[in-house]
């Protein structure tokens, strides 16, 4: 996983996002990636985010995702304002040992 990858997701592992409870809205996890880890643009955490919650760009899902995240067909992801995001059980597998 690249740096940025990390970050998402041990941000959501303190925020508590865990795939056994009820979706985030996506702003408030880039909010916190942004303000805490990663100083960078919101758009590139964003774009991480529906990375990780399409099944056709990782082989294993590491964010679980609710709402218009995109399609093959080259379709973009709706605006983070209007998605919901958790992580994913593997991704809370992951992150046990920390």
Do not use: C
């Amino acid at each position: 996983l690249k740096p940025v990858h990390r970050r998402v997701l041990f941000a959501m592992n303190v925020l508590g996002n865990d795939w056994n409870k009820p979706y985030k809205k996506s702003a408030r996890v880039v909010g916190d990636v942004i303000g805490k880890y990663h100083p960078h643009g919101d758009i590139a955490v964003y774009e991480t985010i529906v990375r990780l919650a399409q099944p056709f760009s990782m082989r294993y899902m590491l964010v679980d995702g609710q709402g218009n995240f995109g399609s093959v067909d080259g379709d973009s992801a709706a605006a983070m304002r209007y998605t919901e995001v958790r992580m994913a059980k593997i991704a809370h597998e992951l992150l046990a040992d920390l």
